[in-house]
C-alpha cells in the first residue's frame, strides 16, 4: 500500500515539475515577444579600409529608338560584376572606393540580328557585331573608376568620364545606384529625399524620395521613388529624364547595399552625324551583393 502511494506521490511530482517547465517555457516565449521591436536606426556609410565587396548588376532592358523615322527595338541583357575596393576613410568620414569591372556578359537582339559577347569567353567572336562589342567592351574590363562620397552617400569626386568615357554604354555602382541617407535618426515609416548627381562633372541629377518600410534585425527596408533629368551622361551629349523606383535592403551598421531591384523608364535624345535620335529606356535591375 505504501509502495502505491509512492508511486502515486512520484508520478503527481513528476506531473507537477512538467507542468512547471511548461508554465516557465510559456513565460520565456512571452516574455521573448514582449521586447522592443527595433523601430529606428541612424543610417551613415561605415565601411572599413580594406574591405572589398563584390556585386553583380543584371540589367534586362527594352532600347525604342526612332532613327530618321524608321523605329526599331532593341532588347538587351547585361550582366556586370564589379569589386568594390574601401581604399580611404577621413576624419569627416568621407570614403573612398575603386570600383573595378571584373566582367561583363551583354547580349542583344535587334531587328531579328543577335549580339553576344562575354568578357570570360576563350573564343574569339565570330561576327563582325560581335567583334565590335569585343573592340568597345574590352577595354572596360580592368578598368577602375575611383568614387568619393560623404559620410551619407553624396558624390564628392568620380573619374568615370576620364576612365570609360569612350564607353558609355555600361552603368555601373558607380553611376547613381547608392542609398542617399538623411542626417537625422529615422523611425519606421518615416520618409526623406534627397538629391545626388552621380558624376559631379556632369549635370545628370536623381532626386529621390525614399521611405523605410522595415527593419529586420541589422538590415534596413528602403523603397524609393525618383527622377532623373540631365543633358550628357559621362560626357556624352544626352538629353535624358524619366523615372526610377525600387527596394533595397541596406546593412544598418555599414549602409552598404545589400541587394535592390529597380524598375527604370527613360526618355532621352541623342546626336550622332547630325542626326537626333529620341529613344525610350525600360530597364530592370537587380543588384546583389556579398
Known amino acids: 500500500m505504501n509502495l502505491f502511494n509512492n508511486e502515486s506521490m512520484m508520478t503527481k511530482r513528476n506531473s507537477n515539475f512538467s507542468i512547471g517547465l511548461a508554465i516557465i517555457a510559456t513565460l520565456f516565449i512571452f516574455s521573448s515577444l514582449a521586447l522592443p521591436a527595433v523601430k529606428s536606426c541612424l543610417l551613415k556609410y561605415n565601411l572599413s579600409t580594406g574591405t572589398t565587396y563584390k556585386l553583380l548588376i543584371d540589367t534586362r532592358q527594352t532600347i ?28 569627416a568620414g568621407n570614403t573612398t572606393l575603386d570600383i573595378t569591372y571584373d566582367r561583363i556578359q551583354f547580349k542583344q537582339n535587334m531587328m531579328g540580328m543577335d549580339m553576344n559577347w562575354d568578357s570570360d569567353s576563350k573564343v574569339a567572336p565570330a561576327d563582325a557585331m560581335s567583334q565590335q562589342l569585343e573592340t ?7 578598368a577602375k573608376t575611383t568614387l568619393k562620397m560623404d559620410q551619407y552617400g553624396h558624390a564628392i569626386s568620380n573619374n568615370v568620364q576620364d576612365v570609360l568615357k569612350d564607353n558609355s554604354n555600361i552603368s555601373g555602382f558607380e ?7 538623411p542626417d537625422r535618426e529615422i523611425a519606421v515609416g518615416d520618409s526623406w529625399e534627397a538629391t545626388y548627381i552621380p558624376d559631379p562633372n556632369g549635370d545628370l541629377t536623381i532626386v529621390s524620395k525614399y521611405t523605410l518600410d522595415e ?4 538590415i534596413a527596408m528602403i523603397s524609393f521613388e525618383s527622377t532623373l533629368k540631365g543633358t550628357q551622361m559621362k560626357g556624352v551629349p544626352a538629353k535624358i529624364e524619366g523615372i526610377m523606383s525600387g527596394k533595397s535592403q541596406v546593412d544598418v551598421t555599414t549602409g552598404w547595399i545589400l541587394s535592390a531591384s529597380i524598375s527604370q523608364n527613360l526618355s532621352a535624345e541623342t546626336e550622332q552625324q547630325g ?4 529613344m525610350k529606356i525600360s530597364s530592370f535591375i537587380d543588384i546583389s551583393s556579398k
Open 175 to 181: 553611376s547613381g545606384m547608392m542609398a542617399v541617407f
Open 64 to 91: 525604342n529608338l526612332d532613327m530618321g523615322g524608321q523605329k526599331m527595338a532593341m532588347n538587351q541583357t547585361v550582366s556586370i560584376n564589379q569589386s568594390v575596393a574601401v581604399t580611404d576613410k577621413d576624419v
Open 215 to 218: 527593419l529586420k534585425k541589422d
Open 275 to 278: 542626326m537626333t535620335i529620341p
Open 136 to 142: 568597345v567592351f574590352r577595354k572596360t574590363i580592368g
